[in-house]
């Protein structure tokens, strides 16, 4: 059987803390066998769910009335044994583009509500939540309760998180916790319960290649993905600013 | 001194709960003397945070690097002295319209860890929840917490909620809550300290004469908004609905 | 293998509806050939955590400086497969009992984050949730990131909540929900993995019988334990009431 | 007019994060007038809720069924005008003694939901929480949502949190954030509003004064506390370590 698991990263940057620990739990699960994959939310155009549910709740059921790149999404969850989702910490919550990922979900879980089968029961998934301030395991807690009620099926030890400002990979605990997310969805997928479900630093062999690994990622990454940022992010920065201070104090 | 109470609709829905709670609010704003307005977020097109503050800090400040209806917005914020803002539940947690609108007020708040004043303290801000399950009250600490990091000032009985099926306008404790709310933000606004600040209904003389202003307006966007609902919701009932039945199966 | 189940009931009262819900779960449970037993954490005396984590990390583990009841709450739990926590909502959070019960678990937690296994790992749990406000997901999603971070497997729809006025006896959906628990965690720890993961009622032979033992259940427990609590409670009713009111508004 | 301020430590230590962060909010009141009074909740012997509520609605009120040292606190409370929450962050949330307090505080609330006035409304608070794990802002927006649920003010600016391992005092931000909350709370027991809400460092002459007054504070704490606490903490070092662990194993 090979197991297949999805890596949703809800951050704008693909080279930033959520990406880093993503791609090492999805590297661990790969060191198990799995097949996986990343995607990137911020790539696709979704839509906010316009709350058809609310209305006539038989409206709300995959594969959803909008029109837009959820489709695509909807038909990769399907084919997933377990996912991954990876969030920055925006406001004490996900971001918004991971916020409308979820909302959309609300198609397969409402046909449970309806009495038929949600698609999602039995999957297996784990969380991640990187952000340098407060807010991380209330981001985690928040989607324990959203995947559960999905019928989704939480592993042991399937969180990871960071909340200082300056680079994860720096952080053992945290990478270790990335490591034994991809493993523990891989072996419940697997229906494997082996003796111990938290590996420590000194039972992966392969701890120190799977971080190189990484950090060769994040570098690519970085380099194709910061001219397009650059150019939107310094906007702002220089003469711009002195302006927008001025509109500011003259509106208040 | 004319006090301006701004309130922020996330739902989708014009007639909805949440929509009718806001509006016995402001209306009972209105009763204290603020000049009122509604702003139906679902109205306005606005993108996804895309956390240039995590690569150069100075960069996130009003009015954003993002070119969408948030400028508008912004303006309205700047200009108002209080404000209210009303959500459904969505997954325990705010819908994805209120999530963008929030995460996009990070140019206020990054003024304020940068050393300069947050334009938005000091004002005053009350919260709606409505929901037909739980999270009513997760969905408001959660706003509680984003707007006081904000320097944002919370009256007391700042809150109202409804998390059952059924209409709000049925439920006088909820009503309550809501009139409560405009009240008291205005008091907040205007430096006040009034003997109780908690009115009951028999002490609110205009509170039949507001519920049912609220229910006319609800009944005018019902009519006005249905329309263009029912064409989007019902796309998948029918025959499409057997079709999307089919191809799930297939794709499990 | 015969797989033991405990059900820890954080209510004061071994007759409302967090109790119901639990004796439903741990039943359905029994349906499934486990053994169960109901723990009321109210019948013990559990002190309060001192946090000597903070002064010497060593300090905190199995089996506690503190001496009291837990002693013996430690070893029911350490000789259980799976467990379910139920908790009255009080103030949007656990009762103070069940919050004491689960501070005292970080003895067995903190030997994880000492490199020692954490004797929990593996386990299965459920959570459920009664209250008549607002509040249940919040516990429940606070419950799952404690469990979860204990290495506590949650199998799919391991949740159950009531948050109306009510009997919970009345409410099909939360019956099922429970229902649901007990079945999954037996059929996770037994390592199986059945077609549907979530029962209907009338995929339940057995459903009016469990409901009509637990009912039985009630009411015994009710006789039993109302003598002792009514003595309790109505001791500010009646003419003590008028005193209190009168104490209160001298002291203001 | 005076304004009292009281503060509550819900941490068992008396030299830890938690009483530093209050004691320097605390002390900032104080330069501006206030009179104020630190409360240890580990001084006190609480009991926790019994839940009447849940039968006679009407017996839940003050001064409360339970014979405790709440009465001394309830007392306490309706003297003041604001007061500081300070709790360490045990499992993503309050201490239990803090977690007894504020369930204890129904008595207060459960009047207004019976038609009366909740003795609390008006009265002004703010909201401190340290740990050296992630939490602090879920433990805040909880504490926000029962405040305000009891009809108190949260003025502009009123929390702080650490959530490092280290030494609090180290750390500009969590004590500027400290420092604000006292003035904060002062300023809008007195109906003031200042032209800024949030002061940075150099605007507070009196900070290095402050700051130093704290840890002399600390020591003095730390001397009186530690004795009895290594006696209690030490106990399971040692050579009962090794019989813990023993016993430990053979019971799985």
Chains 1, 2, 3, 4 share one sequence.
């Not at 709350?51 to 909807?74: H, N, T, W």
């Not at 399907?78 to 409308?100: C, E, H």
């Amino acid at each position: 059987m090979v197991v297949r698991i999805l890596g949703f990263n809800g951050s704008p940057r693909k080279y930033g803390n959520t990406f880093k620990l993503l791609s090492v739990a999805l590297k661990a699960a790969e060191r198990f066998e799995a097949e996986t994959e990343i995607i990137h939310l911020y790539d696709y155009m979704l839509k906010p769910c316009i709350g058809c549910l609310s209305d006539i709740q038989e409206a709300c059921r995959y594969p959803c009335v909008l029109d837009d790149d959820m489709k695509f999404l909807y038909d990769k969850i399907l084919m997933a044994d377990g996912f991954i989702m990876a969030t920055p910490v925006y406001w004490y919550s996900p971001s918004s583009q991971m916020k409308i990922f979820i909302d959309r979900l609300t198609v397969f879980e409402n046909m449970a509500t309806m009495g038929e089968q949600c698609p999602l029961e039995g999957k297996v998934a784990g969380i991640i939540a990187c952000g340098n301030d407060s807010g991380t395991i209330q981001v985690i807690a928040n989607l324990y309760s959203i995947l559960n009620s999905m019928g989704i099926n939480i592993p042991p030890w399937a969180l990871a998180y960071y909340h200082e400002k300056g680079d994860v990979l720096a952080k053992r605990s945290s990478i270790l916790d990335a490591v034994n997310i991809g493993r523990n969805i891989v072996l419940t997928c697997k229906g494997e319960k082996p003796e111990k479900w938290y590996l420590d630093w000194k039972h992966i062999p392969f701890i120190y290649d799977l971080v190189n690994e990484v950090k060769i990622e994040v570098e690519e990454n970085r380099i194709m993905q910061w001219k397009s940022r650059e150019t939107a992010i310094s906007k702002l920065i220089g003469n711009i600013e002195m302006e927008a201070s001025k509109s500011l104090r003259d509106k208040q």
